[in-house]
């Protein structure tokens, strides 16, 4: 079977981005700076299909209209991010077509009721990945130096932002009604959903990533730090905020099951 390819180049056309101020670029840092904004487009795309199928699931749960609206709005979300991603793509000088990864399905969960495979899921996507994301974000929005590329990335971070929000608060209005069996059931998947995050992030992340400066002002990442703000993410940030919530997050990540 051929690969399928994303093509976003008339998304890209339909919003051109003028990089004019950036610093001198080798080709080196160029093509680094192409392949990562073209794998942040597949991310993307592939995060509106993740959230097209939550909300399928938030339906069969049984979710109301108010926390189902906000799901399609995320997927709208993440499919113009993909289409920001391919204008810096063009902007550096690149095809905003790239080949789209085989997408195993969002889990159904299907041993479970239908509210907690949608928690299992949430956690994952909202209170784990996308939280990961913003602190992600915000660093590269920091370190980046054209204006069009600082403006594309507070854009998507201030979105990336209520996708991550979606599953604490979710979190916070269940918790109070979960019931101690489900939130031991939810604490001992989440030794898998870390193991996956993990797992996810060192293969998105590759360690020693050298790099210039003029590298990281295009979005770039230095793989190490990149790495130590992902460990610091989880411990300070996400295992805080699952334990807060009833969840027993600290034993989770120790105990976390490798991918
Ligand atoms: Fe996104
Ligand atoms: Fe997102």
Redesign the pocket.
């Known amino acids: 079977m051929s690969a399928q390819i994303l093509d976003l180049r008339e998304d890209a056309r339909r919003r051109p981005l003028q990089l004019t101020d950036a610093a001198h670029l080798s080709n080196f840092d160029r093509r680094s700076a192409i392949v990562t904004w073209q794998g942040r487009m597949v991310n993307e795309w592939v995060?509106a299909r993740i959230f097209r199928e939550l909300r399928a699931q938030a339906v069969d749960a049984g979710l109301s209209g108010a926390w189902r609206d906000r799901l399609a709005r995320?997927e709208a979300?993440?499919y113009r991010h993909g289409a920001q991603c391919a204008a810096a793509v063009v902007a550096l000088g690149g095809e905003a077509r790239a080949e789209l990864p085989t997408l195993p399905a969002v889990p159904a969960h299907r041993e479970t009721d239908a509210l907690e495979a949608l928690l299992r899921n949430v956690l994952s996507v909202s209170c784990l990945s996308?939280t990961v994301?913003v602190a992600l974000i915000s660093s590269e929005r920091m370190e980046s130096g054209p204006a069009g590329l600082e403006r594309t990335l507070r854009e998507i971070l201030a979105?990336?932002v209520g996708?991550a929000r979606f599953g604490w608060r979710l979190l916070d209005e269940l918790t109070p009604k979960m019931g101690s069996a489900r939130q031991a059931r939810l604490s001992g998947w989440l030794r898998l959903a870390f193991g996956h995050l993990e797992a996810h992030e060192l293969r998105e992340l590759p360690a020693g990533a050298a790099q210039s400066a003029a590298a990281a002002s295009v979005g770039v990442c230095d793989g190490d730090e990149a790495r130590r703000l992902f460990y610091d993410t989880i411990t300070d940030v996400i295992v805080p905020g699952l334990e807060r919530r009833g969840l027993a997050a600290a034993a989770a990540w120790r105990t976390r099951i490798a991918a």
Do not use: N
Request: aromatic share 12%.
């Open positions: 995060s995320f979300d993440e996308e994301a979105d990336e996708h």
